[in-house]
């Protein structure tokens, strides 16, 4: 069983910045994939970043590449989505996922484990 803890939404103005934390606890969490999925209203999840824990390597979709960056700190078993140069159109509640397989998965059908989610409001 593994649990995730979102934390670090909040409410930001247009070309801000917010960092957001993901702590994760369970068995051999170390060997999973790492997930962030956001959710606008009335939109589906879509699919934001990824970072397999073992080899850091990380994935971002083209929609936040050059202004989102995931990374990881093992110490702290924590996985954090930096998020730079918001725009209105990054609001959503920001999930957390966690994928036991080895690759940087962008589907959410192959995340296992997932957090509660996080709120992101950007004010134009």
């Known amino acids: 069983q593994v649990q995730l803890v979102e934390s670090g939404g909040g409410l930001v103005q247009a070309g801000g910045s917010l960092r957001l934390s993901c702590a994760a606890s369970g068995r051999a969490i170390s060997t999973y994939t790492m997930g962030w999925f956001r959710q606008a209203p009335g939109k589906e999840r879509e699919f934001v970043a990824a970072?397999?824990?073992?080899?850091?390597?990380?994935y971002s979709a083209d929609s936040v590449k050059g202004r989102f960056s995931i990374s990881r700190d093992n110490a702290k078993n924590t996985v954090y989505l930096q998020m730079n140069s918001l725009k209105p159109e990054d609001a959503a509640v920001y999930f957390c996922?966690?994928?036991?397989?080895?690759?940087?998965?962008?589907?959410?059908?192959?995340?296992?484990?997932w957090g509660q989610g996080t709120q992101v409001t950007v004010s134009s």
């Open positions: 996922a966690a994928s036991p397989g080895a690759g940087l998965y962008t589907g959410e059908q192959l995340y296992r484990y």
């Open positions: 970072i397999m824990w073992t080899s850091g390597r990380t």
